[in-house]
């Protein structure tokens, strides 16, 4: 066996890579954009755990050791990881349908870490980012869509200093409603002011500091610490103010040091309880972090590997669930962030990774006095974000399947939870996707005059031969369209008694699985028996690879041609104007 190559290593640990390349320059790069986003994720990481259910400094944890594993194995430059809104939702309702409370809650968290962690990594050694693409981009959409005003609407409790709980917008605005009477008027102050200055921070710092003079890296950094300071100024008017006794809920307690090293528990009934769980929240977090990483890659001619990714994602959960975190993947507002800020490689993780830390470390005594009111403004505007209902118009006016799926994920989010959101949207997709392919698009085609070139009778003026018909199949023939296939030739055939031929253009076909053989083989003993000839042209190389390996060549009463031109020249020699399809408008340009 020959010895790995540093290339071969690489692959697996790009850390090999790009650290042969680090120097002083990407150092300061990398640090300036750690400092910027170190200064986002500490409220973020605190208002996230406060979401999943779980104790303020698991948030914490979790953008330490994560980061790290992400920076030896990740292949993005810019992804920032740690915990996120969605993934943190997810959890929450994934452990609160267990029934369990306090450190059983912390505890089964790690188990949720854990086994995402190693879902994730074998699907990287499997090679199974495919997968993913089962989750269309309308049904992410909508589900971010809905999880965003789930969140939202499951953080106004906090914001009015009210109990609210449920996992659907039906009981969260039962909550509120019901408990709204007993809202706590000094939270209700603190929350609607960070909202209101966050939204303003959001929209306006930036471009005041400009208009004073600041840099833009100066106004930059100072707009992504506004919740920093509202962290900062809240945190002493209820110290100074003594809010806390008149019932301003507050963090309290946050333990002081680094992440612990953790074991999750291997209770197998735990585990399999949590398995479905940590399988949507592994799939749903890849699709985020890698439609993330793509796209910021591609705005600097880079690429990612989705495959290593995996591995990467995967390396940062079991991270998580050794140092006392939960599930985490790449998020979207602090990856941009990430971006802008110049980052160049993914040591900017692992520095953001030491910051938080000493934050961990030094910081936590200071968050006694913050109130719970303030994270849960932190999330509001973070989330509200990703609230993109303009989604549905769009989907609407281009198609009805699309606006289908987008609309049945949103609804079933909100009134029935996130998991089973998320799972009757990928139903969904794969529904609708079987049933488009179930019908695919055939078209009866003509040579365009003095071309080469054949196009639908029904939209161009083409030359036909009525002892040839010629069909087109733009779709791939498998298990689900192999009899529709079927019924459209034998309708086609029926009455027409001039025929002598009948062309399979297979030019659109990729693949020919054991059903669709079968149509073939019943189309052509059919035709065989009316006296008609079946033909192909223009099969793909792998498929006609396939082919060979059968007797159906061997069976076919006609020829296999190299393209509809020869087809149509050894088979229809008196071509003539096809009388079925419309002249065209002048100047229109259709297709098909």
């Known amino acids: 066996m020959s010895k790995p190559t540093r290339r071969d290593l690489s692959r697996y640990v790009p850390l090999l890579d790009w650290g042969r390349r680090y120097d002083q320059a990407t150092l300061g790069a990398d640090l300036m954009a750690a400092v910027i986003v170190t200064i986002m994720l500490i409220p973020q990481s605190l208002a996230y755990a406060l979401l999943a259910g779980l104790p303020p400094e698991m948030g914490l944890y979790a953008s330490v050791a994560p980061l790290l594993a992400y920076a030896v194995f990740g292949t993005s430059r810019t992804l920032a990881v740690g915990p996120v809104a969605v993934v943190s939702l997810m959890t929450a309702a994934a452990i609160g349908n267990l029934g369990l409370e306090g450190a059983e809650f912390a505890a089964a968290a790690l188990v949720l870490a854990g086994l995402s962690g190693v879902i994730l990594l074998a699907m990287g050694l499997f090679r199974l980012g495919f997968l993913a693409n089962f989750l269309s981009h309308p049904v992410i959409a909508g589900f971010i869509t809905a999880s965003g005003l789930l969140i939202a609407l499951s953080q106004m409790g906090h914001v009015l200093g009210i109990q609210t709980s449920g ?46 003079g600041a840099g833009p890296r100066l106004a930059d950094l100072l707009a992504r610490a506004g919740p920093v300071a509202a962290v900062a100024v809240s945190t002493a008017a209820v110290w100074a103010f003594g809010l806390d006794s008149q019932g301003v809920a507050i963090v309290g307690a946050v333990p002081q040091g680094l992440p612990p090293l953790t074991l999750p528990s291997f209770d197998l009934s735990l585990w399999s309880s949590l398995a479905g769980s940590a399988l949507l929240i592994s799939i749903i977090g890849f699709v985020e972090s890698v439609s993330v990483a793509q796209t910021l890659a591609a705005k600097r001619r880079q690429r990612i590997v989705p495959d290593q990714e995996l591995i990467g994602l995967g390396a940062s959960n079991i991270a998580a669930s050794l ?158 369209n192999a009899r529709f296939l079927e019924d459209y030739v034998y309708d086609r055939i029926a009455g027409a008694e001039d025929l002598r031929h009948v062309v399979l253009m297979c030019s659109a076909v990729n693949e020919i699985d054991m059903s669709a053989l079968e149509s073939l083989e019943a189309i052509n003993h059919r035709l065989r028996d009316t006296g008609l000839c079946l033909h192909l042209s223009e099969v793909k190389g792998p498929v006609m690879d396939k082919l060979r390996r059968t007797a159906f060549l061997t069976e076919l009463t006609g020829q296999v041609f190299l393209s509809q031109y020869d087809a149509m020249r050894a088979l229809a020699p008196k071509e003539s104007p096809c009388q079925q399809g419309p002249r065209r408008a002048e100047g229109s340009n259709p297709t098909g």
């Open 167 to 212: 996992d659907t917008v039906i009981e969260l605005v039962e909550g509120l409603v019901t408990n709204l009477p007993q809202t706590n008027l000094p939270t209700l102050v603190i929350g609607l002011a960070t909202l209101a200055f966050l939204f303003w921070v959001r929209r306006g710092l930036k471009p005041l500091l400009r208009r004073l």
């Open 323 to 480: 140092t006392g975190g939960y599930p985490v993947t790449g998020g979207f507002a602090r990856s941009v962030v990430n971006f802008d800020a110049g980052a160049e490689t993914p040591a900017a993780g692992a520095f953001t990774a030491v910051g938080i830390g000493l934050a961990a470390l030094l910081l936590t005594p200071l968050l006694w006095f913050l109130p719970k009111a303030v994270l849960a403004a932190t999330i509001i505007v973070a989330v509200l974000s990703l609230v993109d209902l303009h989604v549905l118009r769009r989907a609407w006016g281009y198609s009805r399947a699309d606006f289908t799926a987008v609309a049945a994920t949103i609804l079933l989010t909100l009134l029935f939870g996130v998991e089973l959101g998320v799972s009757s949207g990928v139903g969904l997709s794969i529904v609708l996707h079987l049933y488009r392919t179930s019908r695919p698009h055939v078209a009866e085609v003509g040579r365009v005059p003095e071309t080469e070139h054949f196009r639908n009778i029904n939209r161009h003026d083409v030359l036909t031969d009525p002892t040839l018909l010629t069909i087109r199949i733009d779709e791939s023939l498998y298990f689900a």
